[in-house]
């Protein structure tokens, strides 16, 4: 008959609440936007958002002249609020945006109960960070910053990496496939930043003019993803390790 340590007991009761809160996949999702439609996980407001199977895009065109400022994507995160760490990703190509200006901006948005933070590239090729946090503080966290577009159908990749550690923000962005830019690196408005994902993402296209041409944003893939912490990781290994022993004698 096997019998087992105190240790083995302790390791497989934390690996199995580990495994049913799910808090490894809680905040995960990726989407190629392939297929025939869009995943019903998603929700569009306001007009000019259309699923394009042909070219497996969302595509957003965003036509301000019928009234409105904005069209979105969005999609609820299933969380019971505590995130953790994660990484997210979002490509897009900028059909029509820049060269000449649409007059519109492309923002990338978590909300979550601490607050939330937004990346912000205007069609003059202007991007910035804001943050606003559950106590009232808000503003740019990094300022207006020329990134380069070049106006022909420019691929952009923004990519951010929160670390519940550190309680710190990275951000980085890819034109066109070339090499990860820093765009932004530290914390929050005035300090802490927290929970800022728990609530939902957004991707919108809002025309703050007229602009001409109309602008249209293609979503690729869009992905987020929670990561364990180390010593949730180191743990795991070491039951994993344990268990193994185990089986060999």
Known sequence: MKTFTKTQIA???????????????????????????????????????????????????????????????????????????????ITVTLEEFSNPSTGADFKWKFFGPDGFTEIVLNSFGDMRMFHNDSDGGGGNIQPNTNIGLTGAGDLLTLSLLYDAGSDTIDVLYSLNGAEDVSFYSGGGIDGPVGDLATNFVVAQVFEFGVGDPVPTVQIQEWSMTAIPEPSTSMLLLGCLGLFLCRRRR
């Open 11 to 89: 390791c497989s009761l934390f690996a199995a609440s580990i495994i049913s809160s799910g808090h490894a996949a809680v905040v995960s999702f990726s989407d190629d936007f392939s297929g025939d439609s869009l995943d019903p996980a998603w929700s569009v407001n306001g007009d000019g958002g259309s699923f394009d199977a042909a070219n497996d895009v969302f595509q957003i065109i965003n036509d301000r002249s019928g009234g409105g400022g904005g069209t979105e994507l969005r999609r609820n995160i299933d969380d019971d609020g505590s995130v953790g760490s994660f990484s997210s990703s």
